[in-house]
């Protein structure tokens, strides 16, 4: 079955950086377009960054783009979220997901999630 790992999530200062790893199975990883999304408490879960299936092509919400990196590693089934420049708003528990062929940037279109990474930014 279809499982996806996340880890790398922790507590840092502001202005600090870290970096979020994926691990996927159960699934033909090289075919799946990966993506993180994150959840704030009380608020919605919303996209962060999406990769292409070939690692060719990337996509970030606005909030975080120029900070944080997404990259994958197709031979170990890995995806990754480097972020860099913290915030205190990034606070949040981040999620792994995938969907074969192309991505999207809402939840909904996502049936496999992983268990999450809490990431908490103090000021």
């Known amino acids: 079955q279809v499982q996806l790992v996340e880890s790398g999530g922790g507590l840092v200062e502001a202005g600090g950086s870290l970096r979020l790893s994926c691990a996927a199975s159960g699934f033909t990883f090289s075919t799946y377009a990966m993506a993180w999304f994150r959840q704030a408490p009380g608020k919605e879960r919303e996209f962060v960054a999406t990769i292409w299936w070939s690692g060719d092509n990337t996509y970030y919400a606005d909030s975080v783009k120029g900070r944080f990196t997404i990259s994958r590693d197709n031979a170990k089934n890995m995806a990754y979220l480097q972020m860099n420049s913290l915030k205190p708003e990034d606070t949040a528990v981040y999620y792994c997901?995938?969907?074969?062929?192309?991505?999207?940037?809402?939840?909904?279109?996502?049936?496999?999630w992983g268990q999450g990474t809490q990431v908490t930014v103090s000021s």
């Open positions: 997901t995938g969907r074969k062929a192309y991505p999207y940037t809402t939840p909904i279109a996502y049936n496999y």
